[in-house]
């Protein structure tokens, strides 16, 4: 597909962006979708329909500028390889069946009523923008100390994400940071940490952000999790990744070993084999905190829990240590109500994501998901007509990116099942009349404003071609623009925000 990026690079470049594949002139007759979120969710579910049928037009509904977005704002920027699905998701919008809307916010510019009285589906893939808290006394800082930062954010700050740009933090009044979580996000935020600035000079992070982490004192980083080895959520090739770097891995060995080798453990691993790998791995390149030597160290600390952050001559985080109850794949931590605390410069928190609810949509206020049946939208047990959601939205905030995209074939599935049944259509956007589909959807994204407003996928090539530019003379993959104003002069125009 490298052949299709350069292409498109090209004619952007030299003026000649093919405005067919932004025409608001679908197929009379054809079937109208909407997307909420332009992210791997959305793509993926808009690949499948397109490739299920034919007679169909979709419009994709983004709140950022940018298509794409974890895969531009959440993958780390040293795993250039995870992006290359970018290339699949510029095939799709540039289908001349589909359409860009990027700059628009779904809830506040224009609603979920509005689109539902026009599209005969609504696909909901928003994702999960929130962050789960630790609900701990002094997470939001004390006396000018930043206290707990999300990690979520905090990646959001190094990819480029517009709103993390003014990001509170502190790498500076101590050499240490915590990390609460035992998951990828946690590894990717200790590794981003600890790398070195010629490492990460040749990804695509931006230069705001190297700057930074060019003053940064931070040579320890604390990753802890309340329960023990068997139970984390990182995989071995993130683990891998943190072997690689000029760093002391530093971990209770012999903890390690217990849980491993116990008749429990060791019957776990038995049908765990990648899990066992990854444990191999941990004691291959580990020390003991004794042994430990070199200059920046990483430490996965187990069983313990964030209790409360101290502010008193600096900044701790105060953790009870635990212990395991049950057999390992369902082990429950219990505080023994000792404490430890771990001075740092900030903590992290990477405890899991959350979606948010949208107005005119059912949500599941516990599980923190739209409720559905393989991606129908259900209320009250029964399917809402024409509504349909994927990826973390419609299973939680779990999985890689290959997970999102089995997902979101599935809900396609359903909703090119319902659409040949003809059990969703709706009259207004499925005229046959010789008054294009489209005018009824044109005339309410005129009255909401969406049509002054929105970004096409025309206008992020501009960016696009503009990012590479940049980052080639300096060379890098890309420098991401990091504000909305800097996106909107490459493009020529001024948006209402």
Known sequence: MFGLRAYVVTRVRHGFVNQRLFSTNHF???ARVAVVGGGAAGFYTAARVLAKTSNVGIDIFEQQIPPYGLVRYGVAPDHLEVKNCISKFASVAMDPRVRY?????????????????????VVLAYGASEDKRLGIGGEDGNSGRVGVVSARMFVAWYNGLPEAQDLHMDLTSHDTVVIVGHGNVALDCARILLAPLEHLARTDITNRALAVLAQSNIRRVE?????????VSFTTKELREMTKLDVDIICDRDLVERECSSPEGHAYLLHKRPLRRMMDVLLKHSVRPEDAQKEKQFHLRFL??????????????????????????????????NCVDVPCAMALRSVGYASMALCGVPFDNVRRIVPNIAGRVVQNGDAVRGMYVAGWLKR?????????????????????MDLESGSIR?????????????S??????????????SVSYDDWLRIDAHEIAVGVAHNKPREKLTSVNEMLDVIGCSKDQ
């Open 28 to 30: 009379v007759g054809a």
């Open 101 to 121: 809307f990027g700059n628009t916010r779904v809830g506040t510019q224009i609603s979920v009523s509005d689109l539902r009285s026009v599209y005969d589906a």
């Open 223 to 231: 990753m802890v999790g309340r329960r023990g080895p068997l139970q």
């Open 304 to 337: 313990m829990s964030p209790a409360e952050v101290v502010y008193s001559g600096g900044q701790s985080v105060r953790f009870q240590t635990n212990v395991l109850e049950g057999l390992p794949e369902s082990a429950r931590a219990v505080s023994t109500n």
């Open 396 to 416: 939680g905030p779990v999985g890689v990116i290959a997970t999102t995209m089995q997902d979101a074939y599935r809900t396609a599935d359903a909703l090119v």
């Open 426 to 438: 709706n009259p207004l956007a499925s005229s046959t009349s010789s008054t294009s589909s489209t």
């Open 440 to 453: 009824s959807i044109d005339a309410m994204l005129a009255q909401t404003r969406v049509a002054k407003t």
